[in-house]
């Protein structure tokens, strides 16, 4: 072989072997870019699935804060409105204004002994486990009450609840000719509480010495449950 058909044949070899490795650089690149396209198509499929399980998450706590602040939310009312009530219940326990007229009997028996009775106006309150009730006034407009060895029923309507009684007081206004009065015993029915009866021992004086009307009391406790009322007595 001659040297010029060296150099062709050469030159043909060096054309094909360069063919031959553009055709590998082409498809190299090609396989390079499908590579790329596909980490890349990878990695927004990654992302987006990343995105959806943290906005996932975050619904999760989201309904999960909400469910609790609404179990929180239900658990502040219901305690506020037990408090409320609470309150309410103090506040008409300690206003009697708001517990309703209750009502009582009161039964006065005066002394037998000479000079018992009085012409002065009379008065009375009660003392309860609870509260006290206002001084109130029991009328004689005929002047018929409170006489030597009387006895006076009066009907008491007492606004609230005073609880039970532990003290009855009675007096008078000092006024009048003969304001001295001497209360033997004195009875009260709570009509509220199925008839339960308190009576009172006094057998003692009351006002009369003073030369300027002013009231004066005396009071008495209640005797033991059961107590009867005392015996009649013999006008002095």
Same mark, same amino acid.
């Given at each position: 072989?001659?040297?010029?058909?060296?150099?062709?044949? +050469?030159?043909?070899?060096?054309?094909?072997?360069?063919?031959?490795?553009? !055709?590998?650089?082409?498809?190299?690149?090609? +396989? $390079?870019?499908?590579?790329?396209?596909?980490?890349?198509?990878?990695?927004?499929?990654?992302?987006?699935?990343?995105?959806?399980?943290?906005?996932?998450?975050?619904?999760?706590?989201?309904?999960?804060?909400?469910?609790?602040?609404?179990?929180?939310?239900?658990?502040?009312?219901?305690?506020?409105?037990?408090?409320?009530?609470?309150?309410?219940?103090?506040?008409?326990?300690?206003?009697?204004?708001?517990?309703?007229?209750?009502?009582?009997?009161?039964?006065?028996?005066?002394?037998?002994? +000479?000079?018992?009775?009085?012409?002065?106006?009379?008065?009375?309150?009660?003392?309860?486990?609870? +509260?006290?009730?206002?001084?109130?006034? $029991?009328?004689?407009?005929?002047?018929?009450?409170?006489?030597?060895?009387?006895?006076?029923?009066?009907?008491?309507?007492?606004?609230?609840?005073?609880?039970?009684?532990?003290?009855?007081?009675?007096?008078?206004?000092?006024? !009048?000719?003969?304001?001295?009065?001497?209360?033997?015993?004195?009875?009260?029915?709570?009509?509220?509480?199925?008839?339960?009866?308190?009576?009172?021992?006094?057998?003692?004086?009351?006002?009369?010495?003073?030369?300027?009307?002013?009231?004066?009391?005396?009071?008495?406790?209640?005797?033991?449950?059961?107590?009867?009322?005392? !015996?009649?007595?013999?006008?002095?």
């Amino acid at each position: 072989m001659t040297l010029k058909e060296r150099k062709e044949q +050469a030159e043909e070899e060096t054309q094909s072997f360069l063919a031959a490795a553009d !055709g590998l650089t082409k498809r190299t690149g090609k +396989a $390079l870019q499908i590579s790329y396209n596909s980490y890349t198509a990878l990695e927004k499929e990654e992302a987006s699935s990343v995105s959806k399980i943290k906005g996932s998450v975050m619904d999760s706590f989201s309904k999960n804060d909400t469910a609790e602040k609404a179990i929180e939310d239900k658990k502040y009312n219901a305690a506020m409105k037990q408090l409320e009530q609470e309150l309410e219940k103090k506040k008409t326990t300690a206003d009697p204004s708001k517990q309703g007229v209750k009502q009582y009997a009161l039964t006065i028996k005066t002394s037998s002994r +000479a000079g018992a009775g009085t012409d002065a106006s009379v008065y009375c309150w009660l003392q309860g486990t609870a +509260a006290k009730t206002d001084e109130i006034n $029991l009328p004689d407009d005929a002047k018929t009450r409170f006489e030597c060895n009387g006895e006076d029923v009066f009907d008491l309507d007492i606004e609230g609840d005073i609880g039970e009684i532990t003290d009855l007081y009675l007096g008078h206004d000092n006024s !009048g000719h003969g304001a001295d009065w001497r209360i033997k015993w004195a009875e009260i029915i709570d009509k509220n509480k199925g008839g339960i009866k308190y009576i009172f021992l006094y057998d003692k004086d009351v006002g009369g010495k003073k030369k300027s009307p002013e009231k004066e009391f005396i009071s008495a406790k209640p005797q033991k449950p059961g107590t009867q009322r005392p !015996g009649k007595e013999a006008k002095a």
